[in-house]
């Protein structure tokens, strides 16, 4: 590579505006069913509630945490995390591809996840537990490690 390219390379990367956020795990008994903060910084707001979600045609009763991601910006914004689930204080989706999340959200958008069974992408749900049927795990605490947005 000559100069000016390596100087085209270099400007290029500093142009480009990358914010990796470091987050701790949360406990699933500090969630409530009211929307508290879990991750803010001047880019991005990301919330979480507890919520009984019951799809009695299904005969699905389950205890979720739902997820709300805000871009606080007037850009476009790419997301990204490792999603990890630790039940009964065992991480069971650290250093997994699966729980590799990406996702946009357009300028000043809000995502929600709530109770449809059919419709929620992974990232803005995640089980607790079931709310009739004996449970031989339970979620404890999550976090979204390796956060970025860009």
């Known amino acids: 590579m000559n100069y000016k390219t390596v100087l085209a390379l270099c400007l290029w990367l500093f142009s480009m ?3 990796v956020a470091q987050t701790q795990p949360e406990l699933t008994s ?3 069913d009211q929307w508290i903060s879990y991750f803010e910084n001047s880019e991005l707001l990301i919330e979480v509630k507890k919520s009984d979600c019951v799809f009695e045609s299904n005969g699905i009763k389950q205890q979720w945490l739902l997820f709300r991601y805000s871009n606080k910006t007037s850009e476009n914004k790419e997301i990204s995390f490792n999603y990890d689930l630790y039940y009964d204080d065992v991480c069971k989706t650290c ?3 699966e729980y ?9 958008e809000v995502l929600e996840g709530k109770c449809d069974i ?4 992974q ?3 995640a089980f607790i537990k079931h709310l009739d049927l004996k449970n031989y795990s339970v979620l404890t605490q999550f976090n979204f490690s390796n956060l970025s947005i860009k």
């Not at 590799?100 to 000043?108: A, V």
């Not at 059919?118 to 992408?121: E, G």
């Open 123 to 125: 990232y803005k749900y």
């Open 17 to 19: 505006k990358v914010t």
């Open 95 to 97: 250093n997994s591809d």
């Open 30 to 32: 500090n969630v409530g």
């Open 118 to 121: 059919m419709n929620n992408k």
């Open 100 to 108: 590799e999340i990406q996702f946009d959200l357009g300028p000043n």
